[in-house]
């Protein structure tokens, strides 16, 4: 019975969609999802990524959870769809191929960490705070006052460390050169047509098309395979407008800035 189990699901195709802001809850839920595809033993994975970008940590530990099932024989092809952005891109270089539309809002390949200073502001309404810390920059990036000059190297040396490891996890994922690869990190946003130029992704096409592809990969018919949906729970929005709706890309940006306190970023200071 054990063995009839299993081989059922060694004759479909796992589907995990990665839909919103890559952090705190939706982190979790594709880790869960990532073990049960290993598992089960599916021999295939198709990841729908539509995601404007996220948190470093977050995207790193999906990133390497893919890594993980690559070692276990799964063939996984990521499918980019209206935006997959900045971590967006990170997760997706675990997969061993990539499939965008033409028109998917790509790349923003690079690190960002943004604080507010309200020190005019507070000075005109005449608020101030007293801060007892146990060294000199435990409270950097306060909203109450101007950053420092060290403060400014220790954050840009942050940045920059970070900055590497994409750019480095990039070059490795589509078998470029770190040379190659910066020579569009720069923060930029392209198409997806422009990403296949770039060595970005493999092919140009839609979801449908990757899932046939990721059947071919295992010797799958495509026409006949299934692919074994792990569903995850709608945003917000698309319960408050109805069952059947989804989300704009503006909205999907919307739904980011409010998810993150106003910052759309890949590293973000909550």
């Known amino acids: 019975m054990g063995w009839f189990f299993g081989s059922r699901f060694r004759k479909q195709i796992a589907r995990i969609e990665v839909n919103g802001a890559i952090f705190g809850e939706t982190r979790k839920k594709v880790l869960g999802y990532l073990k049960i595809v290993e598992e ?3 021999p295939a994975l198709l990841l729908r990524i539509d995601s404007p970008g996220g948190t470093v940590g977050d995207s790193q530990e999906i990133y390497s959870a893919l ?10 092809v990521a499918s980019f769809g209206n935006i997959s952005a900045s971590g967006g891109v990170y997760i ?11 028109g998917t809002i790509t790349g923003s390949i690079g690190v960002i960490l943004r604080g507010n200073n309200l020190e005019r502001l507070l000075d005109k309404v005449g608020v101030s705070f007293q801060v007892i810390k146990s060294g000199p920059y435990k409270d950097i990036l306060a909203f109450d006052r101007q950053l420092t000059e060290p403060e400014e190297e220790i954050l840009q040396q942050l940045i920059d460390t970070s900055y590497q490891q994409f750019v480095q996890t990039v070059a490795d994922a ?8 910066k020579t569009f990190a720069d923060g930029r946003i392209f198409t997806g047509e422009q990403a296949l ?16 592809w990721t059947a071919e990969l295992v010797g799958l018919d495509p026409e006949k395979t299934q692919c074994y949906n792990f569903e995850e729970r709608k945003p917000l929005f698309n319960r408050l407008v109805g069952g059947g709706a989804t989300l704009s890309s503006g909205m999907r940006w919307l739904e980011f ?3 993150t306190s106003g910052q759309p970023l890949w590293l973000f200071r909550p």
């Open 40 to 42: 089960k033993k599916f």
């Open 257 to 259: 800035e409010v998810m």
């Open 92 to 102: 997706g270089m675990g997969a061993q191929h990539i499939v965008a539309n033409p």
């Open 197 to 212: 130029a770039l060595g970005v992704v493999d092919r140009l096409g839609t979801e449908e098309d990757a899932r046939r």
């Open 174 to 181: 589509r078998k470029l050169s770190v040379e190659t690869v």
């Open 67 to 76: 890594l993980r099932l690559q070692e276990k024989k799964v063939k996984i």
